[in-house]
């Protein structure tokens, strides 16, 4: 039970971690709300 549950936590933070590293790029680089990373992960996720 403990195990999983801490695989469960290690993955969601890894995912945060990746998406505000993504969105924290984009902002430096275009001054713009993340636009191709950020939109572009969750549509190919949704298809």
Do not use: G, Y
């Not at 969105?23 to 298809?47: F, G, H, M, W, Y």
């Amino acid at each position: 039970m403990i195990v999983r549950v801490a695989e469960l936590v290690v993955v969601i933070a890894t995912r945060f971690s990746t998406l505000a590293a993504a969105t924290a790029e984009d902002v430096s680089t275009n001054r713009q709300p993340a636009r191709p990373r950020a939109r572009l992960t969750p549509e190919v996720i949704k298809k």
